[in-house]
């Protein structure tokens, strides 16, 4: 079936692997993914503790769909507890790292203790081992990548490069060079525990019910809703293609979010990405090839994707292709998740301009910035300081007006002064500051709901983070627009049972409330779901939000709405009714 | 009167793959939405559409001069 029913545990402490069935009740409760993994991590890990220790775990999930013919199938998540925000945190990463895990007879691998010494773990099938990673250690993940390949010959890898190592909040794991579980800091809990590595092969497959009734389904679904006008925008263009939405519409962040557009922004958008673009690539199963693979100059990389445009680009004042396009290369080696490092090089400009504490960088200064990422992943210099995130910065050196950040994690690429819903998803994301888990930007801004009120914006935003849940617990790439009905149709084919598009309604408002229940365990209400204050305090000036912010008491409005249609109270706490009626 | 019609991303297939073109339009006035129609592109397919740089309702009258740039639907992000 499309599961393959054994989860591989491997104790880093001991060295022992073992083996075990995936649990029924809980897939049936969470499908995969996202939800199954949040799951475990619930019922396994004790509240309070240390994200870097040996007792956190790190998760990863695969889904009833990963590994088939399903369309945009690729994704894996990672989960762990946060060293960035102390929260649940999930992943998701892209390539054919998830699939190849399902070939090898697994549907999760969960990691748990610290190895004494650096070592990576290699998966062949039934084989399980740890092996030394002292000649992989202090390299970039790159390097890391194409060592391992050297040494094991066909394998997909998860690495981690410096970033990891030194237990930074903002590393990510990379896989196939350019692919990144990017944020929260899901690199410093591989780094914490003396983990390099997971390199998998399989040789196995998946059993479809009926092969023939399901492949002639995916081939039709695939041409008719997958490859349509609502998604072809990957394939033409990729995220790029955003930097001129949000330009027109004054949600591109400028300056540490002092502006929401950029004189510089034509240098920086799709058009400019096209111009240096080499070939197109794609992860398994997709028919969109969402990434661009660029070279330009002296440095080429699979990208630059919209957030490491926004945040590195216009939010630093950087309006030169080339050298974004180089400092993202030296994120993904290093493993520093471009969101949060754009942001802090961001935070550290404007501290620095305002005369609050001499980073010695400035805004679009590219010399500078393009020592950043070696800078901060090895916490040399002043990198040391800006490897502490934006948070940290403003509570050790000042600023915290400007400090943009949610629960510890740095802002993405949408301004919420021109997007007022985009701030209730900042502030509500189970993960501090993520736009992945509702991105109503998409219809606010760039469609044609009003942006600039607080009416209607708490339905708006739990709904598309239950139908997320459910996406990303099956789990889809966030890069089809896929209805519920239509993964409950294709569910249904796979799993042999019937699905309905209410059933995964509930599966992902589940899921969504039990990462809050494990937020709330470790001491998180209200007072956390904050926004920063300079888009309550600080109107815009520029653009089609000129004159705009969005009023502390518009944002404590939506929360409320919330907080009452989510059926939590008021301080933003699971009533035990909804717990009983969510089977949680 | 002549406009410059940009059809961004995927819509460049409403005309023929050409993205970004000069057009010249009958003297009765037009709104976006029948431009829209005249290059059989759905309004399902568009997020949003801007005149000379700035966002506009679709019932927006064309003036002669105008470059209309018309945005496909995304997803994600």
Known sequence: ?584 | MEITLQLKGPLKKYADETELFRLELDGNELTVTELLQRFEVPASSVSFVQVNGIKIELDHPIKGGDKITVNPRVAGG
């Open chain 1, 1 to 584: 079936m499309a599961y393959m029913d054994k989860i591989l545990r491997v104790n880093l402490t001991t060295g022992n692997s073992t083996t075990e069935p995936l649990n029924k009740e809980w897939a049936r409760e969470y499908l995969g993914g996202k939800g199954l993994s949040i799951k475990y991590l619930y019922e396994e890990l004790k509240p309070g503790v240390d994200p870097l220790s040996a007792d956190n775990k790190l998760v990863l999930m695969t889904g009833p769909i990963t590994g088939t013919l399903v369309p945009n199938s690729g994704k894996l998540a990672i989960a762990a507890k946060s060293p960035a925000t102390g929260t649940i945190l999930d992943c998701s990463i892209g390539g054919h790292f998830a699939p190849e895990l399902k070939f090898a007879g697994y549907d999760a691998v969960i990691i748990e203790g610290k190895a004494d010494k650096p070592v990576y773990l290699y998966i062949e099938d039934d084989k399980i081992e740890l092996r030394s990673a002292a000649a992989l250690w202090g390299k970039g993940a790159h390097e890391t990548e194409h060592l391992l390949y050297d040494e094991l010959g066909d394998v997909i890898t998860l690495a981690i490069g410096q970033a990891g190592e030194n237990l930074l909040s903002m590393a990510c794991i990379s896989s196939e060079l350019y692919r990144q579980a990017g944020r929260g800091g899901i690199g410093a809990v591989m780094g914490s525990k003396n983990l390099k590595a997971i390199s998998v092969r399989g040789s196995g497959g998946i059993k479809i019910p009926d092969i023939r009734k399901f492949s002639a389904a995916m081939n039709k679904i695939k041409r008719e809703d997958t490859m349509t006008d609502d998604n072809m925008w990957a394939y033409t263009d990729g995220t790029p293609m955003i930097v001129d939405l949000s330009q027109s519409t004054g949600i591109l962040p400028t300056r540490n979010f002092q502006e929401g557009t950029f004189d510089g922004y034509k240098a920086i958008n799709s058009d400019a990405v096209k111009r240096v673009l080499k070939a197109k690539k794609a992860c398994f199963a997709c028919p969109l090839a969402c990434s661009n693979y660029v070279k330009m100059g002296k440095t080429e990389v699979e990208g630059p994707e919209y957030e490491t445009l926004a945040l590195c680009g216009s939010n630093c004042g950087i309006g030169d292709m080339e050298a974004v396009i180089e400092f993202n290369r030296l994120c993904d080696d290093h493993c520093l998740d471009t969101i949060s490092a754009g942001n802090t090089v961001a935070f550290a400009m404007e501290m620095t301009e305002k005369g609050i504490h001499d980073f010695g960088i400035r805004f679009g200064d590219v010399e500078k910035y393009l020592t950043m990422p070696t800078l901060i992943s090895t916490r040399k210099g002043v990198g040391a300081d800006l490897a502490l995130g934006v948070k940290k910065m403003a509570e050790k050196f000042g600023g915290g007006d400007f400090a943009m950040e949610v629960k510890g994690l740095e802002i993405p690429g949408y301004e919420p002064r021109g997007s007022w819903a985009m701030g209730l998803a900042y502030g509500t994301a189970d993960r501090g500051a993520c736009h992945m888990r509702a991105w109503p930007a998409a219809v606010e801004a760039f469609g044609d709901i009003d942006p600039f009120t607080s009416e209607g914006k708490a339905e708006l935003v739990i709904g598309m983070q239950d139908s997320n849940s459910v996406k990303f617990s099956a789990i889809w790439c966030d890069f089809w627009a896929i209805s519920t009905e239509r993964m409950a149709e294709i569910l249904t084919l796979l799993l042999g049972r019937e699905f309905t598009a209410a059933e995964l309604t509930i599966i992902g408002e589940r899921t969504y409330n039990l990462a809050h229940l494990f937020n709330e365990r470790e001491g998180f209400d209200r007072k956390d779901d904050y926004l920063p204050a300079r888009f309550h305090n600080e109107k815009l000036t520029t653009g089609f939000t000129s004159g705009k912010s969005l009023p502390k008491e518009e944002y404590e409005k939506m929360l409320s709405d919330y907080y009452q249609l989510r059926g939590w109270d008021e301080n933003g706490k699971v009533t035990a009714e909804k717990k009983r009626a969510l089977n949680l």
